[in-house]
């Protein structure tokens, strides 16, 4: 009783209660506490796992990408060879065609020409001249039976540059810068993309020259052949006349100048024939 009636007693007791209750709620808050960290432990770690996987990613698409691009390149590579030895022997074909090839862009004008072309029309390079400009020296034959309307070679090929459709057979007489004479026979032909929409034209000429002086020849020929046999047939029946008359004449004096008559129109068949043999032979030896 004495303890209990004692305020000091009483005082101690109740700061060590005090104390208890502050220890066991400082013991709780410490177990809170605790499992607090640990729960935000837990989930800090998971977004680093997670992030763990698309860095991953990123790294194989990284790779990928880069054996993409040097799949691509090696093949870029492969297709600019291909294109070089493609480039290389179309060159190589066009020098060695006998035939002139131009080829002439939407505007007309000539972007591409090989050796031969530049020999037919003269030219150290045409590349850049417009149609116009590199057939101005040139007249349509009269065997391309074309209209009045078609003047020019350039109205001739129009419809090849415009790509409505292809000319051929076109024939024309053309006179280079150094006054050389040609017959040309040109083809034009559009060249069309995949999408039908016009590139260009392509022009193949053709020379004719030696072909058109051998017709030159024959016709010629041809002609002397006419006159010589017509004069034959005139020298033939005079002959034949005289030597009928010599037949039936009796005068002696008649006699020798029918068959004078007949010796001169031999001697002239003789020259007419050997003219024509000389002219014959001196043709083959030029030609």
Known sequence: MNLLTNPLALRAGMLLFGAMVVFGFSLFLFRQLRKTLVSDSS?????????????HAYHSVIQQLKQQKHELTAQHLSERRKAKASDTLSSAILANLSCGV???????????????????????????????????????RSENNLSIADSTVEQALAPALSGKSEVRGLILNYCTRDGENHVIEITGSPVVAEDASLMGTTLVLTDKTDIERIRHDQKV???????????????????????????RSRDPEMARQL?????????????????????????????
């Open 259 to 287: 068959a004078d008559g007949i010796a001169h129109e031999a001697a002239q068949v003789d020259q007419t024939i050997g003219s024509f043999l000389v002219g014959t032979e001196a043709a083959t030896t030029n030609s």
């Open 43 to 55: 989930f800090s770690a998971a977004p680093f796992a997670a992030e763990g996987l698309p860095m």
């Open 102 to 140: 131009l080829f002439l862009d939407t505007n007309g004008l000539v972007r591409q020409s090989n050796s031969m072309a530049r020999e037919l029309l003269g030219f150290a390079s045409p590349v850049g001249l417009h149609a116009a400009d590199l057939f101005r020296n040139a007249t349509l």
């Open 221 to 247: 020929q041809q002609e002397i052949s006419s006159e010589l046999a017509a004069a034959l047939r005139n020298s033939l029946t005079t002959i034949a006349g005289r030597a009928q008359q010599l037949a």
